[in-house]
């Protein structure tokens, strides 16, 4: 157990929804990653958050967005929802803004 | 943008025996990790490594960070090492970008 936590685990919804996945870091962590993993992309790094305020962006979409809260747990909202975005979502944690990440279990989105 | 590989792409071993993965990238990197994806997703972290070497029981890693790449060993595998392992780079304004993975079974 890494001491990341996701919510939901699963998660199966239709197009054009929206949904939110939530992300609580390692206690003491203040940096939050997200990532998406799918068969065909591989795992792609989508946004950095630290210590409250976004750090790095990578490959994350327009309809996708992201914020960390004061108590530093993380929320991903994913908008307009297409068969594409079907993957594993993942958080990651750590110390400092580039130190080593844990990740958490993730949540697999399934659009209908 | 940057690039990196990772070989071989699968690798197929007895149990007992010893197994290198390599990670290749393009240019300066911030820092290196790898990771070891397991058979039920979970993604754990192995070696947070951006020059040097270290070791971690049978697991040990070397990155040269001049020559851009970075080595996995693997000693005494046992069917638990079976899984994805993964590379990933941080570089720039901080992007990471992970290597499509080397894919290891280990037979009993």
């Known amino acids: 157990d890494s001491g990341v936590t996701q919510t939901p685990k699963h998660l199966i919804t239709a197009t054009g929804q929206r949904v939110t996945l939530r992300c609580s870091p390692r206690s003491g962590d203040l940096s939050v990653y997200w990532y998406q993993q799918s068969l065909d992309q591989g795992l792609q790094f989508l946004i950095q958050?630290?210590?409250?305020?976004?750090?790095a962006k990578g490959n994350i979409l327009e309809r996708f967005s992201a914020q960390q809260f004061p108590d530093l747990h993380s929320e991903l909202n994913l908008s307009s929802l297409e068969l594409g975005d079907s993957a594993l979502y993942f958080c990651?944690?750590?110390?400092?803004?580039?130190?080593?990440?844990?990740f958490g279990p993730g949540t697999r989105l399934t659009v209908l | 943008g940057i690039q990196v590989e990772q070989s071989p792409p699968d690798l197929i071993l007895q149990e007992g025996a010893n197994s290198t993965l390599r990670c290749n990238f393009s240019?300066?990197?911030?820092?290196l990790q790898w990771f070891h994806q397991n058979p039920w997703g979970q993604l754990i972290n192995l070696f947070y490594?951006?020059?040097g070497t270290k070791q971690n029981g049978r697991l040990s890693a070397t990155t040269v960070a001049t020559e851009r790449y970075s080595l996995l060993y693997i000693s005494s595998s046992q069917t638990t090492d079976s899984g994805v392992y993964f590379c990933?780079?941080?570089?720039?304004?901080?992007?990471?970008?992970f290597g499509k993975g080397t894919r290891l079974h280990i037979l009993p």
């Open positions: 490594i951006p020059s």
């Open positions: 990933a780079v941080c570089f720039g304004d901080d992007k990471i970008i």
């Open positions: 240019d300066s990197v911030n820092n």
């Open positions: 958050y630290y210590n409250g305020e976004e750090r």
């Open positions: 990651a944690s750590s110390v400092e803004p580039t130190g080593p990440q844990y």
